[in-house]
Every structure is written in structure tokens, then in C-alpha cells.
């Protein structure tokens, strides 16, 4: 039996002290079987009673029901006695229901309240994901214990039928696969494979959802391979699957692997847990598929300007998958500086053109991503140059980095030599930048300011 806290059992108190019945269900109880929750239980709590929505808003007049499919939210504070007060939860209630037809693929057209819970989990879309508890006894027709135990992902009766109702499925079938390590029931797998383009009819959206989900899960090239087998991959992100076609073994070249295989190895060996970094890495050389050149006299194979190709994809890419700006603009800049050079003669002025080009808030992902292209291409993870390249970017960012870094600006300018705002001033901030930079000038007011007169 599984202990449920006690601010979930006294919420579950209420219904029954009304003679309603009501179980955790979904990801809720699945978590709790597995064993590992969040601490103090799963973060969201689902549950399915018999009371209707309207009977559930009497017992808690504060909660909000705004949809046809029979859930109200309603906020529960989790209760610490030592700190005063604790973290507030919200609970998803849901009135036992059987559903009509799916006429888009995602949403039933018509909901049915109904008796019993076995009726409610008959609808649901795995058998991990069937099973309720009322902290007491476990309802479970399909078995859902036995797959958690055996690490196994099926759907709940036909799979067919469950991914043509609601082909959002066929994602989350993978994301779940990728986060809890499960793997996919045959019959489930091959109805995934045979039903893949009905994710089409799927807003990009809620594809995105579980797709950046499955990237930062534990298993992220596990999950792309199966996207790939299953040929949901090919549907979502055709520019990744026509990767795995090209080759990169050749002379002189260090590669191993052909550039699909290689971008899914990168994204494994990556050590950011940063969602944007880790679909970079996963995109970083997608621009090679049309940057593809082979010499038939000696074999070299080239990619010549694949990030420029690539970053572009990247643009395109991020607009199918509905990012907002700010990711979009980190996704593409990563993929199109993910070639910058690593260098022991490289001069403080090339560092610093490194830093400005990708941002200091995103040099850690740019230097990341380099790992996992290293790894992802059969080498090690770091060298001995790029090593000392990370120590020089400390040591440069440590010096005036920007024009703004002077102990002098405009104003100053423009008071001792009696000049108009213009073009003077400006040239005369980025010749003391220089010199300054160079070690020729002391970064001082003083200094700064008997320098300049002579620049006038």
C-alpha cells in the first residue's frame, strides 16, 4: 500500500464525507509507484470522482471550471507546520467520463459522465497511465502495475484506436519512453510506426511540447532514434532524418559516423541541461545534407559552409516549433557559431569578437555544444587547446571588455573638448578602447583624459 501525504488524504476526506467517490490517477499514482516522486509526492496531483463538476465547485467555491471535459482546478495548500505555511498545489479533479468520437485526431466531440471509475480509466491512453488508488485499494483492469514493474509502455486495449483518438499519443508514447527509460510494447510500437502521419493533424504546439520534453529527458538520443524508427521523425523534423543518409567518413577527416548518427550523439554526450542548447546540438549540422560535396578522385568528403545552411534551417525550424524570439535567436546563433575556432595563437581582440558573437550569458551552452559535437564524433571531450581557449576566455573577460567598460564615456568627451554629440566622439571612445585593450593605456580617468586631447 502506498502512503499518500496527508494533505492529499484530507482533500480526498471532503468528497467521501459527502458520499462521492475519488482516486489519484494518471502520472499522479504512476510516479508514486515507481518510487522515486519529487520530494513531498508528485509534483501535480490528478484525481477522478464521482461527484459532477458543479457538486465539486460546491465543496470548494473557489476553484475554476472553465472547459467541457469535466476537470476543475482547485488550489491546496501542502501545510508545514515548522515554516508557517507551505507550497501550494494545484489539483486537477475530473469527473468519472467516457468520451464520443475523435473527428481531429485530439479531442472528443461529445463527453459522457460516467458511474464508474473503470469506465474513466477505459478511455485513458496507457496502461501505466490506468490505474487509480483511493488510498486503500488500487483500481487496475489493465494491468498498469505489471508494466511499471516490467518497464513496459502499452496502450490501454487497441492501440490503433487509442492513437486515431488522440494522435497526440504517438509523442508521448516516445516522451514517456525518454524520460522514465521504459521501453514500448511491440503491438504499441508498431501501431506508432503505422499510424505516424496522423501527427500532421497535431498543432505544432503541443508537438513541441513533448518533443522539447523528450530533449531534456534522461534519454534524449534514445528518444530521437525512436522519433526515427517509428517514422514520427520524418514527420516533425525531416531536415534531422535526412541527415542519417549522409556519409563523413573520408580522408582526413576525424568523423566516425554519418551526420544523422553523429547530431544524435552529440545531443547523448552534451552535458547542458538546457533545453535550447540541447536541440543546437541536435541541429548544429543539419546544413550539411545541402553543403554535401565529395571528390570522386580521392573521396574527401566537404561541408563547406553547412553553418551558414544550417543556421537558416535553424530559423525555419524554430518557427515551425512556434519558439519564442529569444529561443529562436539562441538556437539559430548556436548553430551558426558552433564552427568557432579554437586556436593557442589567437589574439585577445579574436577572443573577444568570439564572446560579443555569441553572447556572454551563452559562451557555457556554445562551449557545451562543442562537447557534445567532440563526443558525438568519436573524439575526446576536450584538448588541450580548447582547454586553454576556456582559460583565456576568463582571462579576457576580465579585462575592459566593451567601450562601456572606460572609466570615461561621451559626456566626459564632449565637457573637456567642448564638442557636439557626433562621429568625433564616438572615434575618439573606440581609439582609447583600443589602446586600452592593447595595454598601451592605463584604464584610469586621469589617464584617459590626458590621452584623448591628444586625439582630438
Same mark, same amino acid.
Given at each position: 500500500?502506498?502512503?499518500?501525504?496527508?494533505?492529499?488524504?484530507?482533500?480526498?476526506?471532503?468528497?467521501?464525507? !459527502? =458520499? &462521492?467517490?475519488?482516486?489519484?490517477? *494518471?502520472?499522479?499514482?504512476?510516479?508514486?509507484?515507481?518510487? %522515486? @516522486?519529487? +520530494? /513531498?509526492?508528485?509534483?501535480?496531483?490528478?484525481?477522478?470522482?464521482?461527484?459532477?463538476?458543479?457538486?465539486?465547485?460546491?465543496?470548494?467555491? !473557489? =476553484? &475554476?471550471?472553465?472547459?467541457?471535459? *469535466?476537470?476543475?482546478?482547485?488550489?491546496?495548500?501542502?501545510? %508545514? @507546520?515548522? +515554516? /508557517?505555511?507551505?507550497?501550494?498545489?494545484?489539483?486537477?479533479?475530473?469527473?468519472?467520463?467516457?468520451?464520443?468520437?475523435?473527428?481531429?485526431?485530439?479531442?472528443?466531440?461529445?463527453?459522457?459522465?460516467?458511474?464508474?471509475?473503470?469506465?474513466?480509466?477505459?478511455?485513458?491512453?496507457?496502461?501505466?497511465?490506468?490505474?487509480?488508488?483511493?488510498?486503500?485499494?488500487?483500481?487496475?483492469?489493465?494491468?498498469?502495475?505489471?508494466?511499471?514493474?516490467?518497464?513496459?509502455?502499452?496502450?490501454?486495449?487497441?492501440?490503433?484506436?487509442?492513437?486515431?483518438?488522440?494522435?497526440?499519443?504517438?509523442?508521448?508514447?516516445?516522451?514517456?519512453?525518454?524520460?522514465?527509460?521504459?521501453?514500448?510494447?511491440?503491438?504499441?510500437?508498431?501501431?506508432?510506426?503505422?499510424?505516424?502521419?496522423?501527427?500532421?493533424?497535431?498543432?505544432?504546439?503541443?508537438?513541441?511540447?513533448?518533443?522539447?520534453?523528450?530533449?531534456?529527458?534522461?534519454?534524449?538520443?534514445?528518444?530521437?532514434?525512436?522519433?526515427?524508427?517509428?517514422?514520427?521523425?520524418?514527420?516533425?523534423?525531416?531536415?534531422?532524418?535526412?541527415?542519417?543518409?549522409?556519409?563523413?567518413?573520408?580522408?582526413?577527416?576525424?568523423?566516425?559516423?554519418?551526420?544523422?548518427?553523429?547530431?544524435?550523439?552529440?545531443?547523448?554526450?552534451?552535458?547542458?541541461?538546457?533545453?535550447?542548447?540541447?536541440?543546437?546540438?541536435?541541429?548544429?549540422?543539419?546544413?550539411?545534407?545541402?553543403?554535401?560535396?565529395?571528390?570522386?578522385?580521392?573521396?574527401?568528403?566537404?561541408?563547406?559552409?553547412?553553418?551558414?545552411?544550417?543556421?537558416?534551417?535553424?530559423?525555419?525550424?524554430?518557427?515551425?516549433?512556434?519558439?519564442?524570439?529569444?529561443?529562436?535567436?539562441?538556437?539559430?546563433?548556436?548553430?551558426?557559431?558552433?564552427?568557432?575556432?579554437?586556436?593557442?595563437?589567437?589574439?585577445?581582440?579574436?577572443?573577444?569578437?568570439?564572446?560579443?558573437?555569441?553572447?556572454?550569458?551563452?559562451?557555457?551552452?556554445?562551449?557545451?555544444?562543442?562537447?557534445?559535437?567532440?563526443?558525438?564524433?568519436?573524439?575526446?571531450?576536450?584538448?588541450?587547446?580548447?582547454?586553454?581557449?576556456?582559460?583565456?576566455?576568463?582571462?579576457?573577460?576580465?579585462?575592459?571588455?566593451?567601450?562601456?567598460?572606460?572609466?570615461?564615456?561621451?559626456?566626459?568627451?564632449?565637457?573637456?573638448?567642448?564638442?557636439?554629440?557626433?562621429?568625433?566622439?564616438?572615434?575618439?571612445?573606440?581609439?582609447?578602447?583600443?589602446?586600452?585593450?592593447?595595454?598601451?593605456?592605463?584604464?584610469?580617468?586621469?589617464?584617459?583624459?590626458?590621452?584623448?586631447?591628444?586625439?582630438?
Amino acid at each position: 500500500m502506498i502512503q499518500l501525504p496527508v494533505y492529499v488524504s484530507r482533500f480526498m476526506d471532503v468528497f467521501r464525507k !459527502k =458520499g &462521492f467517490k475519488i482516486y489519484v490517477v *494518471g502520472g499522479s499514482i504512476r510516479d508514486l509507484l515507481l518510487g %522515486n @516522486p519529487p +520530494a /513531498g509526492g508528485p509534483k501535480d496531483w490528478d484525481f477522478a470522482t464521482s461527484a459532477t463538476p458543479e457538486k465539486i465547485l460546491k465543496l470548494f467555491p !473557489k =476553484g &475554476f471550471y472553465n472547459n467541457k471535459f *469535466g476537470t476543475v482546478g482547485i488550489s491546496q495548500e501542502e501545510k %508545514n @507546520p515548522s +515554516a /508557517g505555511s507551505g507550497l501550494k498545489h494545484i489539483f486537477e479533479v475530473t469527473t468519472f467520463r467516457t468520451e464520443g468520437d475523435y473527428k481531429d485526431n485530439r479531442r472528443p466531440e461529445k463527453v459522457t459522465w460516467a458511474k464508474t471509475i473503470e469506465e474513466d480509466l477505459a478511455r485513458r491512453d496507457f496502461t501505466i497511465n490506468a490505474i487509480a488508488y483511493d488510498g486503500k485499494i488500487f483500481t487496475d483492469p489493465y494491468k498498469g502495475q505489471e508494466d511499471i514493474k516490467k518497464k513496459l509502455i502499452r496502450a490501454v486495449g487497441d492501440p490503433d484506436k487509442r492513437f486515431q483518438e488522440d494522435a497526440l499519443r504517438l509523442m508521448r508514447a516516445v516522451r514517456l519512453s525518454s524520460e522514465l527509460g521504459f521501453l514500448i510494447e511491440d503491438k504499441t510500437r508498431d501501431s506508432i510506426r503505422n499510424n505516424a502521419k496522423l501527427i500532421k493533424e497535431i498543432s505544432f504546439e503541443r508537438i513541441r511540447d513533448e518533443f522539447l520534453r523528450i530533449l531534456v529527458s534522461k534519454n534524449p538520443a534514445e528518444g530521437v532514434l525512436f522519433l526515427r524508427s517509428c517514422g514520427l521523425l520524418e514527420q516533425i523534423l525531416p531536415e534531422i532524418d535526412a541527415c542519417f543518409e549522409i556519409p563523413q567518413k573520408s580522408p582526413k577527416r576525424h568523423h566516425i559516423y554519418d551526420v544523422g548518427t553523429h547530431l544524435v550523439m552529440a545531443l547523448k554526450h552534451t552535458p547542458s541541461k538546457d533545453v535550447i542548447t540541447r536541440f543546437a546540438t541536435l541541429l548544429h549540422d543539419i546544413g550539411k545534407v545541402k553543403a554535401f560535396k565529395k571528390d570522386e578522385k580521392s573521396g574527401l568528403i566537404t561541408f563547406y559552409n553547412h553553418e551558414v545552411i544550417g543556421a537558416k534551417q535553424a530559423g525555419q525550424i524554430a518557427d515551425r516549433f512556434r519558439l519564442s524570439k529569444n529561443d529562436k535567436d539562441k538556437l539559430v546563433m548556436l548553430v551558426r557559431e558552433h564552427q568557432f575556432t579554437v586556436s593557442e595563437i589567437q589574439t585577445d581582440k579574436a577572443i573577444r569578437r568570439f564572446i560579443r558573437g555569441v553572447g556572454r550569458d551563452n559562451i557555457q551552452d556554445m562551449l557545451d555544444l562543442r562537447t557534445g559535437d567532440r563526443v558525438g564524433s568519436g573524439s575526446t571531450a576536450t584538448s588541450w587547446r580548447l582547454d586553454l581557449f576556456k582559460k583565456r576566455l576568463v582571462e579576457v573577460q576580465k579585462k575592459p571588455f566593451s567601450i562601456s567598460d572606460l572609466k570615461i564615456d561621451g559626456k566626459d568627451i564632449m565637457k573637456e573638448l567642448k564638442i557636439k554629440p557626433g562621429p568625433q566622439v564616438g572615434k575618439i571612445l573606440n581609439e582609447l578602447f583600443e589602446e586600452v585593450v592593447e595595454g598601451k593605456l592605463k584604464n584610469e580617468k586621469k589617464a584617459l583624459l590626458e590621452r584623448m586631447i591628444n586625439l582630438k
